[in-house]
């Protein structure tokens, strides 16, 4: 299939995934929560693009569903709630939202070479599942994700339908953060983009950002949703206790899962990455080691 073919189908799933979603709260019943309403809607639209992987046998029809479902929520929330349209904090995050959606989407539609190509970390998990690759294809690599998302999304819901009758000075640093955050993904996975074009085999980036992080774009990753809930805390500093469940559980998720297998493969495909461990940072970032030689 080509790349335009490609994008064309994925298009069609997210546009149906929305739609199904829309309609739920619009026309479903109500749970007098907005942010249940919110769940069952982005489930929902989640299911519909699980029942697209499965008839394509390809879980990466999932893979921007990461970064286009948070710009809606964010603003069913300012709409649906009680805040209204001259809330700074409530503008504050949205754009940090709309700024990290847009740049990492576009960072996929760059890197997306067509459903032929499926993430190997999906595959690796539905094979080692056996007969289970169903339920793990569903709840590892659908479902979980969503979770994590929508609990990282938690503080936004808390920041953009609770009034603020004035703005604190934590507003602006989670909105400094959250920027930076961006920003810091931004020039990481360009300085991997480019390493890629010219790079010889069997060598490992460590260049720039990747000199100082092997993962530079999952510490900005995780910042982000950092950033998040300090928007949270800025509104409602009594919530700080649960606020930073969503970004603890994608910390959980970057330092238990998705380092882990990354690490693994690139030791198993390239000996140099071995030197690369024992001079740099495996996620803060921080000058390089010095190894005697």
């Keep these: ?24 709260v619009v026309f479903g019943p109500r749970t007098d929560h907005l942010w249940l309403d ?21 879980s990466s029809f999932y893979d921007a569903f990461w970064s286009v479902i948070p710009p809606l929520l964010t603003i069913f929330w300012w709409a649906r709630g009680d805040v209204g349209a001259d809330s700074l904090v409530a503008w504050l995050v949205s754009v940090v939202v709309m700024v990290w959606a847009v740049r990492l989407t576009w960072n996929w539609a760059r890197s997306f070479p067509g459903l032929h190509h499926e993430d190997w970390r999906y595959g690796n998990l539905r094979d080692g599942a056996g007969r289970w690759e169903f339920v793990v294809d569903l709840v590892a690599i659908h479902l979980i994700p969503t979770g994590q998302v929508f609990l990282g999304m938690l503080p936004v819901y808390v920041a953009v339908t609770r009034p603020d009758d004035a703005v604190g000075w934590l507003a602006f640093v989670a909105t400094a953060v959250g920027l930076g955050a961006v920003a810091l993904e931004y020039v990481a996975d360009e300085q991997l983009r480019r390493f890629v074009a010219t790079k010889q085999p069997g060598q490992t980036m460590d260049r720039g950002l990747w000199a100082w992080s092997r993962h530079p774009n999952y510490f900005g990753e995780f910042s982000f949703w950092f950033a998040l809930a300090l928007f949270g805390v800025a509104v409602s500093p009594g919530d700080a206790w649960w606020l930073f469940v969503g970004a603890i559980a994608m910390l959980a998720m970057f330092l238990g899962a998705s ?10 495909s390239r000996a140099s990455y071995s030197d690369v461990v024992e001079r740099v940072s495996r996620f803060v970032p921080r000058p390089p080691r010095k190894v005697a030689a």
């Design 38 to 58: 919110a769940l069952v809607a982005d489930v929902l639209a989640t299911l519909v693009i699980f029942a697209f992987s499965r008839f394509h046998g390809n």
């Design 259 to 268: 380092i882990p297998m990354m690490e693994a493969r690139s030791l198993e």
């Design 1 to 24: 299939m080509s790349r335009t073919g490609s994008f064309l189908r994925v298009g069609v799933a997210y546009t149906l995934a929305v739609v199904v979603a829309l309609l739920w």
